[in-house]
């Protein structure tokens, strides 16, 4: 599992220790490249909104949640388990 956010580095590491995670989270502030490679940046705000994606070993996106839903892995776990 993996967290791109369009935060700077000091506001992910707050919520990481905040959440108490593992996994690595990692900052989309500076050039807003990934949110915009994955179609998620609103540019005019400069943020992106909120999606989980499910990417398979091979690099293919097999699943997509978005809007208050990705907020719940449980979509994204269901996906990751179909065969």
Same mark, same amino acid.
């Given at each position: 599992?993996?967290? =791109?956010?369009?935060? %700077?580095? #000091?506001?992910? !590491?707050?919520?990481?220790?905040?959440?108490?995670?593992?996994? #690595?989270?990692?900052?989309? *502030? $500076?050039? !807003? /490249? +990934?949110? /915009?490679?994955?179609? =998620?940046? @609103? $540019?005019? !705000?400069?943020? $992106?909104? !909120?999606?989980? *994606? =499910?990417? %398979? #070993?091979?690099? =293919? @996106?097999?699943?997509?949640?978005?809007?208050?839903? $990705?907020?719940? #892995?449980?979509? +994204?776990?269901?996906?990751?388990?179909? /065969?």
């Amino acid at each position: 599992m993996l967290l =791109v956010s369009t935060d %700077n580095v #000091p506001t992910l !590491r707050h919520w990481a220790g905040e959440l108490g995670v593992s996994y #690595p989270f990692l900052s989309d *502030f $500076a050039q !807003r /490249k +990934a949110s /915009k490679d994955y179609g =998620v940046l @609103i $540019a005019e !705000r400069g943020i $992106a909104s !909120r999606a989980t *994606f =499910v990417i %398979n #070993p091979q690099g =293919v @996106i097999t699943h997509i949640e978005e809007g208050g839903s $990705a907020v719940d #892995p449980l979509g +994204a776990l269901e996906a990751c388990s179909r /065969k």
